[in-house]
């Protein structure tokens, strides 16, 4: 972090060390943490770089908790039980070692929100833009579904809102100027900050056969599932889940086939997509509501091996939104 | 990587699913793997960044390799075997994504000599230099080695040669032209792929009371020990393990101490420093031997906190080199 950095003992020491575990991740002070494992552990790996998953303005907190809760996510499409990370930090010359204290403040907010740990880190300076790159792993639920296991006849659900992402997005750049300004500003913070939700990950344990995190776009990423479990997908976007935001901003376009699509082709949205035996959904429903999780049946699991679009949509060549490549 | 990326399923399914535990890993189709752990995990995490770490021109196959083993390298230093690991790729715009096949290359090949297996990754596009962010973690031995672990008294042992990751540099960068071609290209090669040696992790685990993994400066990095510790460290560079490479340099160097400081200040050496009790001495370096490992005796551990080099040298305030902070 550019000659000025301070002395790294003093950085760990007074940012990280309190955000550690004492005893596996040694203060901090050592090469490598020590896990004490027993039984199978739910491995992620995703990182976030400034001017592609962030903007370079975005304040320090809501890029290292988005940095978090972009693997989160992925533990509870798992129905994991987040424990700890691993961060590693590119840090621009140009940005001052200052704002170190606010990326670890943000870390400490959703450590506490979620239970979780920090293990250890690298941080190395960088000629290009601020990239965080985080390694998390959970306690397994006893069965870790995959994308693998939707089969033909399951009922598709997506357990979380969709479209805040995309629209979040646009709300930063200034481009939503038809909704008001509160709607503005909590679709903004949704992009800087998804809204994750560990109990949705107690859905996936009880009721997911085939489960993934949507992450790039809903309808991209379902056709990822389909074609890793060899099936077919029929999408009904008119039951999209959606935040009372983004229903504000649909009610305003004129065409709601193309702006469902829309919100189910923008990316930035992280919530479990599920495959379900249709004789739970009524269960699933019911169990979502007590909760309180917005949660939506957007299509069902097809022998064939075709991808449909029910509301008179085309599927786009590349599954939408992407701006990542990865398992 | 671009829009000319090509269809992501095809660049998992013909580059890194042949390196993936198929299994654990789900084939990369998936969102997380499931690690079957009994007993303690050593885990790690360091990245690689352009113009940093490796230079913008060296082969892919190196960039992968050296993203491996600047992690292999941590689990050795604290006697761990290594199992396996996930990536993290922040991949320029500017290049093109064929060289993701000699990046997959260099990934395979130091899979197969350390029996390393992927777990998972993402890659990102990013506006900036490339960047490798790799975690791996490691079967623990009985007792993993901290740097905190050891005591006044103890003799300092180097596991490997110093000064060859510094030469290197130079002679990437032709300024060693003293030397032979051939010496040059061999230290230019150890800079780009550090000679980690595994079995150096087996003189860990039987003779090490601390252990470290030096990697950003012999004497920065001793004095981040001694830190840790609370003890001091009496440094003797006359012991310094070199490879015949760097003795071919020290010859031509007029002043030989200040010559020896030089290497045991350069960054980019890769192996283990540790604390023995003086009674085992004999026998590590006889094991050494045997191992055709070499190794050298740099100093010893004293209870007076202070930090002193015995052959005439001043240490440096910072430690020497130094770009990267962390754990």
Redesign the interface.
Known sequence: ?GED?GD??D??ARYFQPLADPVS??D??????????????????????????FRAADPMETIARKALRVNLS??I??G?TPLGY?????WPRSRPATQIAAFAAGLREDQAAFGLKL???????????L?V?V?M?GR?SQR?P???DAQAGDELWVLGPIGDGWLGLAACEGKLTGLSPNDQHVLAARYQVPAVQPAAGLLVQRFAKGS??VSDGLIGDAM?MA??ARVGLELNLAGLPLSPEARAWLALQPDQAAARQALASGGDDYCPLVSVAPAEAAALQAEAAKLGLVVGRVGQVTADPAMRLLDGGQLPEDGGH??????
Not at 31 to 47: I, W
Not at 86 to 90: A, D, F, M, P, R
Not at 119 to 129: A, H, L, N, Q, R
Not at 322 to 327: D, E, Q, T, V, W
């Open positions: 972090m950095e790294e003992f950085i760990i991740a040694r901090l002070l050592d090469d490598v943490a020590v896990l004490d494992t027993s039984g199978p552990l739910v491995v992620t790996t995703d990182a976030i770089v400034e001017s592609v998953h992925d533990l499409a798992k994991a691993v961060v590693s930090l590119q293990f250890g880190g690298d941080t190395t300076t960088t000629p290009g833009p990239a790159s390694t792993w397994s870790t995959a994308r693998a993934m995190d990822k074609a890793v992407r701006h990542r490549l990865g398992a």
